[in-house]
């Protein structure tokens, strides 16, 4: 399929500093793609490129099949939103809203219709005569993505839309954000460095690292089959094991590979019974011994610290009340399976 949105070859240097290193990426239309990265990765200035509100060293940026490189930013038809908003504070979230399409000519009339559609999509049309300053901040984050919408870009950029706001807000606005982008078809690109964000929110994700991609496809490609280092310790908290580490544990590897990832909720917890060692050898599974260091609650989770063949491990079980609570320096065995254990390639490979 042809892209929408296709970025060759992009770089952008400020100074002696290369941000973005060749970076390629082709978008489907009605796509919503996550960059995900740590901060000074490249992934908002990535978004300014595209926007056009920096200027590129060098690369080709194609929005349906049109060459958009020197085009300024008001003929790119593409929207963007802010970390911060950005609303007008002397306009009502009827006139942010409208604000572009008064730019461009529209009638009042039309803004007002527009404006009026777009105040139901959010389930703000009770705030229509309302000042910014008397908005929370997620009430102003759904006026800022309406006015973005109001003008009907091609694409939508999203730069770290609700880094600002509380935990429980966030999740309901990227719902909210994922269902009006389904909704409208809107080609999208969302800059986050939350990695359940962007899980959660995305048909797809590209990772990156200083400035270019080290990985991408869907969530489940992105957690479930980590081809780096990187990538393995960014996505989750997988066990990054070295070659030396590995043979340990598991007695044999399969893979001439020099290091290895195994992810928390793939180490079992068994308990010291006899019978309950030797079922889990019997379904194949390698069984060592170790010591809680220590525990931590993650909701439905806990995540324990357990040293086993001198070796650090992360272990997730289920917080179900029905498994026994472990405390510090209590002596467990943990279950290995073989097939869960990931080869790794070198940096850059």
């Given at each position: 399929m042809k892209p929408y949105l296709k970025l060759a070859g992009i770089r952008k240097q400020f100074g002696d500093m290369t941000v973005l290193n060749q970076v390629n990426l082709d978008i489907r239309e009605g796509e919503l793609v996550t960059l995900l990265g740590p901060s000074g990765c490249g992934k908002s200035t990535l978004l300014r490129c595209i926007a056009g509100l920096t200027e590129l060293s060098d690369g080709q940026i194609w929005l349906d099949d049109k060459d958009?490189?020197?085009?300024?930013p008001c003929s790119r038809e593409i929207g963007m939103v802010f970390q911060s908003y950005a609303l007008f504070p002397n306009m009502t979230v009827s006139e942010n809203?409208?604000?572009?399409?008064?730019?461009?000519?529209?009638?009042?009339?039309?803004?007002?219709?527009?404006?009026?559609?777009?105040?139901?999509?959010?389930?703000m049309t009770d705030k229509r005569d309302a000042y910014p300053?008397?908005?929370?901040?997620?009430?102003?984050?759904?006026?800022?993505?309406?006015?973005?919408?109001?003008?009907?870009?091609?694409?939508?950029?999203?730069?770290?839309?609700?880094?600002?706001?509380?935990?429980?807000?966030?999740?309901?606005?990227?719902?909210?954000?994922?269902?009006?982008?389904?909704?409208?078809?809107?080609?999208?690109?969302?800059?986050t460095h939350d990695q359940e964000e962007a899980l959660t929110l995305s048909d797809r994700v590209c990772l990156m690292n200083k400035g270019s991609i080290v990985q991408q496809g869907t969530p489940e490609e992105l957690y479930s089959t980590p081809k780096t280092e990187f990538v393995a310790r960014f996505m989750g908290s997988y066990n990054v094991l070295s070659r030396a580490?590995?043979?340990?544990?598991?007695?044999?590897?399969?893979?001439?590979?020099?290091?290895?990832?195994?992810?928390?909720?793939?180490?079992?917890?068994?308990?010291?019974?006899?019978?309950?060692?030797?079922?889990?050898?019997?379904?194949?599974?390698?069984?060592?011994?170790?010591?809680?260091?220590?525990?931590?609650?993650?909701?439905?989770?806990?995540r324990y610290a357990i040293d086993a063949a001198g070796i650090r491990l992360t272990v997730d079980a289920l917080n179900d009340g029905r498994s026994p609570r472990l405390g510090d320096n209590s002596p467990v065995n943990l279950a290995l399976d073989h097939s869960q254990l990931l080869q790794l390639e070198k940096e850059g490979a």
């Open positions: 958009i490189v020197n085009l300024p809203i409208g604000y572009g399409m008064k730019m461009r000519g529209a009638s009042k009339d039309a803004r007002r219709q527009r404006a009026e559609e777009l105040l139901e999509l959010i389930d300053q008397h908005l929370s901040g997620g009430q102003q984050q759904r006026v800022a993505l309406a006015r973005s919408l109001a003008v009907q870009p091609k694409v939508l950029l999203l730069d770290e839309p609700l880094s600002a706001l509380d935990a429980k807000i966030r999740k309901n606005l990227r719902t909210e954000i994922r269902e009006i982008q389904k909704k409208f078809n809107i080609t999208t690109i969302f800059v580490e590995a043979l340990r544990l598991f007695g044999t590897v399969e893979s001439e590979a020099e290091s290895f990832a195994i992810r928390p909720e793939s180490l079992v917890l068994a308990s010291k019974d006899r019978g309950d060692v030797d079922e889990q050898a019997d379904a194949g599974k390698q069984v060592v011994e170790g010591t809680v260091h220590s525990a931590s609650i993650l909701g439905n989770v806990i």
